[in-house]
């Protein structure tokens, strides 16, 4: 009968001490955050800036070279069709015609010059490039006037990543000083040459696009600074792991680190794509798969891990 006492304790030790065990087990070894692997619909998207404008503007040209006056017009103030923009100085305006002829400003008639220049069409005064008693030139514009009826967004696109854009792409366009957080565009036009454009000191190759806009408020003014995100494509059933859960070996294989019931796992894996949010993975990792987070601090594959609690 004591035998069996004996035994019978001796057993329940025994699975006590399995029990404490496995508990230690498990509390033991270095805590991880995991990432599970889903596949899902990516957006691959292009982000680039830039400034609202009017899609429709008219710029103001003289007929010949003239004088201003006084200007009654500043960037940003509204005007209708035959608003006076500036006076000419009439006098001063036949001394700068007789000059270039070669001639006395009094054979210069009066009814040459036109007193006062005016807005052909109406809307917004975007530019005026004139100031009192500056002489004005034929070949370039003395006033931009924008119509507010259509709005763009003006960008410039980094060469490497001009290759996957085109004309009729969906892009959204966002800007600290807007009402709504975003609204919704369409790439218009693209450039056929490119730019140099300074960064600091630096240049880099730029062309130039825009995205005209298909809605519009108050808060939309022309010069605001814009930032635009066009959809360059789209792919279903994708797995993508976040930048960070990469590494790469001694022998340039990119690598993550699976958690598989209480270890870590070396996994080789071969990427694609690169997104906003992290790397295409097209093998080497499966749906449901545990990705762990800082995977720099696991020392090898193979040491037990636990899951950090949620």
Known sequence: MKKYISLIAFTSILITAIILLGQNLKSSGQEVTVYEVKPRLVKQTVTCTGRIEAAESEQVYVKIPCVADEIFVSPGDKVKKGDVLFSVDVDATKQVIAAAAGISPTMVPDEQIKKDITAPVGGEVSSIHVTKGGTIDTENPCAVISSNSSLQVKVSIQENKLKNIRVGQAAVVSGTAFSKDEYSGVVSYISTSARQQYVGTMTE??????????????SLKPGLSAKSVILVGS????MVVPYEYVLQDEDNNEYVYLYKDGFCAKSVIKTGKEFSDGLQVLSGLNPGDLVIENPDRIPKSGVRVRLSPR
């Not at 190759?205 to 108050?218: G, W």
Request: hydrophobic letters at 35%; proline letters at 0%; one cysteine or more.
């Open 235 to 238: 792919q279903d059933n994708c």
């Open 205 to 218: 190759t730029v062309v130039d696009a825009v995205i005209t806009l298909s809605e519009k408020d108050d």
